[in-house]
């Protein structure tokens, strides 16, 4: 059974950093493509960014809204993927979920964990 | 950028109808692109639907999904009472890869 379990969420002030664990087990999480999605109160889905399997060239790829703010990793041998948010704004404000990909679609999701940013 | 636009916002229904969701893309998507997932209050998201029409693992068949190019449905047959939630649509792109519409609440 896929399980995606985050960690890490909190309040956090303005400009301030988080980060995000997501400890994945029943696949193989090296072949995995990652994705975090996050979901601010009462609102719709926003992808947030992906990691490719490193096999895959373990690539990352960000949303415009988190570009040069936020930064995705993984360890392999931890098999845990992490999400490094700096700079944090009001608006980053959200639950935030760890996603496993599959071809062109988002597979399984964890549970999320929440982020709030407020002074 | 593709744009998604769902209607209705909400839909009012009782156990036993069938619902009809739409998800508008603002530029053709190929079918394979476009996938959909129910989200109930307190929940993830789970996956129902992708390439416009293939059930994910464990879905009733009375989800269905339709569609091609800019407009695609996703059909219940006969409502249960587990269904009343919100759907999302979903399309596969470049920048962003993922990309979502504003949701269509199913109520009672």
């Known amino acids: 059974e896929v399980q995606l379990v985050e960690s890490g969420g909190g309040l956090v002030k303005p400009g301030g950093s988080l980060r995000l664990s997501c400890a994945a087990s029943?696949?193989?999480?090296?072949?995995?493509?990652m994705s975090w999605v996050r979901q601010a109160p009462g609102k719709g889905l926003e992808w947030v960014g992906r990691i490719k399997s490193k096999i895959d060239g373990g690539t990352t790829d960000y949303a415009a809204p988190v570009k040069g703010r936020f930064t995705i990793s993984r360890d392999d041998s931890k098999n845990t993927l992490y999400l490094q948010m700096n700079s944090l704004k009001t608006e980053d404000t959200a639950v935030y979920y760890c996603?496993?990909?599959?071809?062109?679609?988002?597979?399984?999701w964890g549970q999320g964990t929440l982020v709030t940013v407020s002074s | 950028e593709i744009v998604l636009t769902q209607s209705p916002g909400t839909l009012s229904l009782s156990p036993g109808e069938r619902a009809t969701l739409s998800c508008r893309a603002s530029q053709s998507v190929s079918s394979s692109y476009l996938a959909w997932y129910q989200q109930k209050p307190g929940q993830p998201p789970r996956l129902l639907i992708y390439?416009?029409?293939n059930r994910a693992t464990g879905i009733p068949d009375r989800f269905s999904g339709s569609g091609s190019g800019t407009d695609f449905t996703l059909t219940i047959s006969r409502l249960e009472p587990e269904d009343f939630a919100v759907y999302y649509c979903?399309?596969?792109?470049?920048?962003?890869?993922?990309?979502f519409g504003p949701g269509t609440k199913v109520d009672i």
């Open positions: 996603t496993t990909e599959g071809p062109r679609r988002i597979d399984y």
């Open positions: 029943g696949f193989t999480f090296t072949n995995a493509w």
């Open positions: 979903q399309q596969y792109g470049t920048s962003p890869i993922f990309t």
């Open positions: 390439g416009a029409s």
